[in-house]
């Protein structure tokens, strides 16, 4: 069975009108399972209208708290953050999966590092917690925040963000870049983009000094970023993204739903010690035929960005159509997307206990 625990909401506070943040109760025998490293999310799971709807939700709590809190945002059209932000009341249980994700970078008390994040809209949520954990983990070094919003009523966590800055006064710097609202300095208005980050880079920040750059928030600022930070002559492994939604433009990379064509193979998966082998003969991915048979496997986005259905193989190859969540040597230790994930070979083994 997949790995998710009922848990309750203790908690709930509105960072914006179209905000809520949901804090869990942990159980004291749950506790280890869902310890997390500050840039996590989880995957929560509820019955909505007689629809099992899952959706990954970023943590924004700071782990040395041991408080577990994700932000929801409300959508237009959006099944589950509708539901959270018009239904959810305290004492209500969600299904709830232990954290994933690898949108962080090792903290050490001894690292006098130089960090720097832009995040748009609720792209704050894991930024926050990856900020105040740096700050509070590693006492030497410095983090900047460029933050871009419509306005200031739209701000997600401002008295938080506010209360750091205050809090860590000479390492913490925090820029709001509002495109609906006017500000003395035309660096903090409109969106963050290529020119914004030119006018930033040796203003606020050396980009050449910088240790690591997080960014997250839509497609369009993200790719602004780290196509500036390239050009500024910034390497890859010091950029860090994060995508909530499987993205449809450049990331996206192919702009038509890709097409398999049928294929014939024996797939066997692990989960939670226990095997089971079933036959392949589809042309829809193998998390896909895993259910068809009966497989309670995790998953959440099945856009290959939130990781929930990360499996390791143990035989045999498979093709993954696109990846947004595993590094290259996450890759070279032989995990997988089994959302995105098609066999190439006559058998293939897939170990989801990782």
Not at 150 to 168: D, P
Request: net charge negative.
């Amino acid at each position: 069975m997949a790995k998710f625990h009922t848990l309750k909401v203790t908690e709930l506070f509105r960072p914006t009108e179209d905000s809520i943040a949901v804090t869990f109760e942990i159980p004291e025998n749950l506790r280890e399972e869902f310890a997390f490293t500050q840039g996590q999310h989880l995957t929560l799971k509820r019955d909505i209208d007689g629809e099992d709807t899952r959706r990954s939700y970023s943590i924004c709590s700071c782990p040395i708290d041991e408080k577990l809190t994700v932000a929801i945002k409300k959508l237009e059209g959006g099944r589950f953050s509708t539901w959270a932000n018009d239904e959810l009341k305290i004492g209500d249980e969600i299904e709830v999966n232990p954290p994933h994700g690898h949108f962080y970078v090792p903290l050490d008390p001894e690292n006098a590092n130089s960090y720097v994040a832009f995040a748009s809209g609720s792209g704050i949520t894991p930024i926050i917690s990856i900020i105040e954990t740096t700050l509070r983990t590693e006492p030497e070094s410095e983090f900047i925040l460029f933050y871009g919003n419509r306005r200031t009523g739209s701000i997600i966590f401002q008295e938080e963000l506010e209360a750091l800055k205050n809090r860590y006064m000479g390492r913490f710097s925090l820029y709001h870049v509002l495109s609906k609202e006017r500000q003395e300095s035309d660096l903090f208005n409109g969106r963050i983009d290529e020119k914004k980050i030119q006018g930033y880079a040796g203003r606020f920040f050396d980009p050449e000094s910088v240790d690591h750059y997080f960014t997250c928030g839509p497609e369009e600022m993200m790719l602004a970023v780290q196509s500036e930070l390239k050009n500024l002559g910034v390497p890859d492994e010091k950029i860090h993204l994060e995508l909530f939604t499987s993205p449809v433009g450049k990331l996206g990379g192919k702009e038509k739903e890709v097409k398999h064509e049928k294929a014939h193979a024996q797939i066997t998966i692990v989960l939670d010690g226990n095997s089971m082998t079933f036959p392949y003969d589809s042309d829809k991915s193998i998390l896909d035929v895993a259910f068809d048979n009966g497989a309670d496997l995790p998953y959440a986005c099945k856009g290959g960005v939130c990781s929930t259905c990360v499996c390791r193989i143990e035989e045999g190859e498979v093709e993954m159509d696109v990846n947004y969540a595993l590094e290259p040597d996450e890759l070279e230790r032989g995990l997988r997307l089994s959302c995105q994930s098609y066999p190439k070979t006559d058998k293939v083994k897939l170990n989801f206990d990782v």
